[in-house]
């Protein structure tokens, strides 16, 4: 139900732009979140935005970096990650929540669903 993409090899410093397309059941009311995990890590959080879009929450790794946003008409989620840098090399993954009330709330375990991963890899 919910499908990633937009993943990719990239030089440092450069830009990609993931996709993660929800049913419109999930979607609409629902805390779309961006984690990542990288080889021999543990996943954790990334960005998350909430149902309205009006509010944004950043990991102090990508803060300045990453913009997530969201087009309810599109039922679509997005990252924007600029200035990428080879420790941002991991499989991403969207998720989405109904039992979180505010941004600053998302975490992987209050997490109801997921996508399927999509890899980014930065070379140096």
């Known amino acids: 139900q919910l499908q990633a993409c937009g993943g990719g090899l990239v030089q440092a410093g450069g830009s990609l732009r993931l996709s993660c397309a929800a049913s419109g059941r999930i979607f609409s009311s629902y805390i779309m979140g961006w984690f990542r995990q990288a080889p021999g890590k543990e996943r954790e959080f990334v960005a998350a935005?909430?149902?309205?879009?009006?509010?944004?929450y950043y990991a102090d790794a990508v803060k300045g970096r990453f913009t997530i946003s969201r087009d309810t008409a599109k039922n679509t989620a997005y990252l924007q990650m600029n200035s990428l840098k080879p420790e941002d090399t991991a499989v991403y993954y969207c998720?989405?929540?109904?039992?979180?009330?505010?941004?600053?709330?998302?975490?992987?375990?209050?997490?109801?669903?997921w996508g399927q991963g999509t890899q980014v890899t930065v070379s140096s």
């Open positions: 998720a989405a929540a109904s039992r979180i009330w505010a941004v600053t709330d998302t975490r992987a375990d209050k997490m109801d669903y």
């Open positions: 935005i909430s149902w309205s879009g009006g509010s944004t």
